[in-house]
């Protein structure tokens, strides 16, 4: 009896929080709206998935007659895959999907193209030739401007000297393996960079970062750049040279990715030298879907430019999104 | 015989010493010619480094010790940094201080209550008199609920004064103190609540919690926030700092907090009732039910604590590394599970201790230590790390005095039978049962 009574009462309380956290959840659907556009993310537990759904949350703002709807894969593939093939019933006019990987993925993309909905793959590509638009950055672009960046504070092509830590992101990925490639593709050239690690990873996370460096500093006493495959790695190991009472030792420190508000912040204070912008296709991948829907054709692949953020130019970003 | 058995009892400690020779040995040397793995800092480093998931494996040995699992610390410990930065860093009603402050009030009226009657009730036992009866000392309402639900309340009503004066601007490092472990002993208790009246399986109970914390952390934190930055001096309060500074210069803060948890619990399993219930009901639950013992309190109670310790970790978290995610802790529980569990604690409950598990954690620090010293490739270390843990697993149970004695004895069956029958390592949850019987007849 009491164990009923008991199974009861939690059923009730769970019954009474799930109706408080669902009306903030849930938004009715737009009656004006002539295209349904759906769009798959795949996690929104990392600032830059946060960043995407913003920015495509922005762009739809400026297009009225559409009705975005947009799911989160909660960094599952089989969520994803469920979360498509709802899209897929919903008959969305077009499929946006930013998948968690390529090959779990691919299966349900030919499923909406076979339904006659054309898709447009964001960020991560899926192995399939019948998408209509893939839309993302360029990682080894990224990996090359930051190590052109990085040879010419250390004294320039042919004369660069330097002690150079690198945290990278998860060994298992792809834009780890890019963004570390395309570093490497300038800094191997010069005889007078040295490499103080090897492959640590920081798991793209900033207190993994920051256990790294505080051991890497006992380790070395002349540290001359960190490069972090991401901004909080990057910010992690400034944290813990500033703990370690050396930030001023270590000359420059470069991330990637370029969030307003965190590499942006952290570089227009000082505590980054630079950070490289990794853009969330969510704008853009809007636009082409809006282009699409209008009867334009789409070029097959989009690539996102990358830019270098200093000083100079950061307090000026940080303005346009509102955070100055 | 005898230097084997005493060999075999403290061999968890000479893996400790091994380890470190380990390290002296292959660490690197500074300029200077120092020795950087045996340097005061390193040391304390890895103190430090430690400290979060020692904390947190404190509350898993108690748990595990019941018998029990408690796989719900890593969402826990994520949720607790996302209720502390956003204490630190937002003011006014956010979600944070709506959960915040009831939590506190409720949880300090009932702690305070029950010391209150605990106290109370010891001291109205008394002491034997000289016919060796127990005299009642007539305290009378001070024994009931009365007196000490009125200190509770009491303190409760201190409690929510000093919160709720603490939201319109953003809360200090007592706040954040007081407010974030009440949190998380609140889902901990929960958990135990599961298991002792829902009658749920623990590794169920706290499988379903470890899913939902980390829901509830996101949706504290809100969609837009996947982390909470805690710049101390712009965004929050400069004195927080204070939990990632060394005490005196000398003893990281953060391990200030794992050491004083470690003596304090490993004092309550080792000499108070609580602590002999625990091994008794982690030994044969049946026995410790049929002698008396109130085994849904004892598990409650460990829950509960586990959740409390994971808060404080939580709290540390936001310290060192200046953010609240709700995955802060992903991969936590594994960690603590692996410590607990190198430190000799039976996952069947019953045997081991505080003790090994503070070396267990030592050990894995150690490792990591020594290999990012070393400059070992990421993923070599995490085989390392694994076989780190079935080798010296595989010493714990292999009675290492058995081994040997198999070895040396290998033509005479006997001398090996004479060995094993000297050593007493094996569970002893039938005496340890009786022994709780003793305990409850000094105690009634």
């Known amino acids: 009896m009491k164990r009923r009574e008991f199974l009861k009462l939690s059923t009730t309380i769970a019954g009474a929080a799930a109706t408080i956290y669902i009306p903030s959840g849930w938004t009715p659907a737009k009656a004006a709206a002539k295209w349904k556009v759906g769009f798959s993310q795949c996690t929104t537990l990392e600032p830059w998935r946060v960043q995407f759904n913003k920015d495509i949350q922005a762009e739809a703002k400026n297009h009225p007659d559409v009705e975005l709807v947009i799911t989160d894969g909660q960094d599952k593939t089989e969520k994803q895959v469920a979360d498509c093939e709802n899209l897929v019933v919903q008959q969305v006019n077009v499929l946006l999907i930013s998948p968690k990987e390529s090959a779990g993925l691919t299966g349900v993309v030919e499923k909406a193209i076979d339904a006659k909905i054309p898709v447009i793959v964001l960020d991560r590509n899926v192995d399939s030739k019948r998408i209509t638009q893939f839309i993302g950055g360029d990682n080894a672009a990224i990996g090359r401007a930051a190590g052109e960046y990085a040879v010419k504070l250390l004294g320039g092509p042919g004369s660069a000297q330097g002690n150079v830590v690198e945290v990278w992101g998860g060994l298992g990925t792809q834009p780890a393996h890019d963004r570390h490639d395309g570093f490497h593709a300038f800094t191997d050239k010069e005889p007078g960079i040295k490499y103080l690690l090897n492959n640590q990873s920081g798991d793209w996370k900033q207190d993994q970062a920051y256990n790294i460096m505080t051991t890497a500093l006992r380790n070395n006493e002349k540290i001359d750049l960190i490069y972090g495959h991401n901004d909080p790695m990057a910010y992690g190991a400034y944290l813990a040279a500033k703990d370690a009472g050396r930030d001023k030792n270590i000359r420059f420190i470069l991330g990637i990715d370029g969030l307003p508000d965190e590499g942006v912040t952290w570089v227009s204070k000082g505590q980054l030298t630079a950070t490289f912008l990794y853009a969330t296709p969510g704008a853009e991948g809007l636009r082409q879907a809006v282009k699409l829907l209008q009867g334009e054709k789409l070029q097959p692949v989009i690539t996102l430019p990358t830019m270098l953020i200093t000083k100079e130019n950061a307090s000026e970003i940080m303005k346009k999104n509102g955070l100055l | ?444």
Not at chain 2, 214 to 220: A, F, V
Not at chain 2, 244 to 267: D, E, K, N
Request: net charge positive; with cysteine.
């Open chain 2, 1 to 444: 015989m005898k230097a084997f058995r005493a060999l075999s009892r403290t061999k968890l400690y000479w893996g400790l010493l091994i380890i470190c020779l380990i390290g002296a040995l292959a660490s690197p040397h500074s300029s200077s010619g120092m020795n950087i793995f045996l340097s005061y800092g390193n040391l304390t480093d890895v103190l430090r480094q430690v400290s979060i998931t020692g904390l947190v494996a404190t509350g898993m040995t108690m748990v595990i010790l019941l018998g029990g699992i408690d796989l719900s610390v890593g969402s826990v410990m994520g949720f607790s940094t996302i209720i502390c930065a956003m204490l630190l860093t937002k003011s006014g009603w956010t979600a944070a201080s709506i959960m915040g402050v009831p939590a506190a009030t409720a949880v300090s009226f009932f702690a305070v209550a029950f010391l209150a009657r605990f106290v109370f009730s010891g001291l109205a036992r008394g002491r034997d008199d000289s016919a060796g009866r127990r005299r009642e000392i007539a305290l009378g309402p001070w024994r009931s609920m009365r007196i000490p639900a009125l200190l509770g309340f009491v303190a409760a009503a201190a409690v929510a004064w000093f919160t709720v004066s603490q939201v319109p601007t953003k809360f200090g490092v007592l706040g954040v103190l007081l407010v974030t472990p009440c949190v998380a002993l609140l889902l901990g208790s929960l958990n135990g609540l599961l298991i002792v009246a829902g009658r749920l399986q623990p590794f169920i109970a706290t499988l379903a919690m470890m899913v939902s914390a980390l829901g509830i952390g996101r949706l504290t934190a809100g969609q837009d926030h996947a982390v909470v930055a805690v710049y101390t001096g712009t965004n929050a309060t400069e004195a927080f700092e204070v939990l990632r500074s060394m005490l005196w210069g000398v003893v990281p803060m953060p391990s200030v907090f794992f050491l004083a948890a470690i003596v304090l619990f490993g004092a309550i399993l080792r000499f108070t009732t609580f602590g002999r219930y625990a091994y008794a009901i982690g030994g044969n639950v049946e026995a410790a039910k049929l002698s008396g013992i109130k085994v849904a309190q004892v598990q409650f109670t460990a829950y509960l604590l586990s959740g409390l310790l994971a808060g404080i970790a939580g709290v540390l978290f936001v310290a060192q590394y200046r953010q609240g995610k709700p995955d802060a802790g992903a991969g936590l529980e594994l960690d603590a599970i692996a410590a607990v569990v190198i430190g000799g604690t039976s996952l069947m409950g019953g045997r081991g201790g505080l003790s090994g598990t503070f070396v267990g954690v030592l050990i894995f620090g150690l490792l990591s230590d020594i290999l990012q010293l070393q400059n070992i490739d990421s993923n070599v270390q995490l085989v390392m790390k694994g076989l780190i843990i079935v080798c010296t697993v595989l010493v714990q149970e292999q009675n290492l005095g058995q081994l040997v004695a198999r070895w040396r004895f290998r033509s005479s069956p006997e001398a090996g039978a004479e060995v094993r029958s000297v050593e007493p390592n094996r569970p002893l949850s039938a005496p340890r049962a009786q022994f709780a019987r003793e305990d409850l007849d000094e105690a009634s």
